[in-house]
Antibody, heavy 124, light 107 residues
């Protein structure tokens, strides 16, 4: 069974930093690209970014709203995904989900399994 | 970035109804569109991918159609478990984007 468990959410002051983790199990983590998606309270879903697999050089993509402030990384030996968030703003307050990207032969890929999320609150 | 516009934002319906949600892309995304269902306090759940392919385990009353810039999600014979919020997502570009969501409420 695919399981994704996020952790690390907390209350942090504006301008601060936080690192989220996502522990994966039930599938071959190293094969898959992984996404981070967030949801502000009462709002819709916002894609944050993606990290590809080793075969694709662990390259990353980011939403414009977080580019230069957030960094996605992974440790395939630990089946773990990370989101380093720096220079946090109040508008970064959200539940952060990690999501597995489905394997396919296409360049275009979508997420098929999601974790339950971890809450990040940015407030003074 | 490709903008995704969903309509309506809220939909009131009764059990047994047929409902249709529309998603429009600001430029062609071919068929690179997914639909997700989300219930309060829960993670999204994949329903449809590549615009019209039903995810394994999803009831056949859900269907998707469209290509290019206009897409629809149809739920036939609406069931109590279907009252939720639905999101479309384009994955044609390297910067993925979601629609604003459609909340399906009990009439």
């Amino acid at each position: 069974e695919v399981q994704l468990v996020e952790s690390g959410g907390d209350l942090v002051q504006p301008g601060g930093s936080l690192r989220l983790s996502c522990a994966a199990s039930g599938f071959t983590f190293s094969d898959h690209y992984m996404d981070w998606v967030r949801q502000a309270p009462g709002m819709g879903l916002e894609w944050v970014g993606r990290i590809r697999n080793k075969a694709n050089s662990y390259t990353t993509e980011y939403a414009a709203s977080v580019k230069g402030r957030f960094t996605i990384s992974r440790d395939d030996s630990k089946n773990s995904l990370y989101l380093q968030m720096n220079s946090l703003k109040t508008e970064d307050t959200a539940v952060y989900y990690c999501a597995r990207v489905r394997l396919s032969g296409y360049v275009q890929k979508y997420s098929d399994y999601w974790g339950q999320g971890t809450l990040v609150t940015v407030s003074s | 970035d490709i903008q995704m516009t969903q309509s309506p934002s809220t939909l009131s319906a009764s059990v047994g109804d047929r409902v249709t949600i529309t998603c429009r892309a600001s430029q062609s995304i071919n068929s690179w569109l997914a639909w997700y269902q989300q219930k309060p306090g829960k993670a999204p759940n994949l329903l449809i991918y590549e615009a019209s392919y039903l995810e394994s385990g999803v009831p056949s009353r859900f269907s998707g159609s469209g290509s290019g810039t206009e897409f629809t999600l149809t739920i036939s014979n609406l069931q109590p478990d279907d009252f939720a919020t639905y999101y479309c997502q384009q994955y044609d570009s390297y910067s993925l984007t979601f629609g604003g969501g459609t909340k399906v409420e009990i009439k």
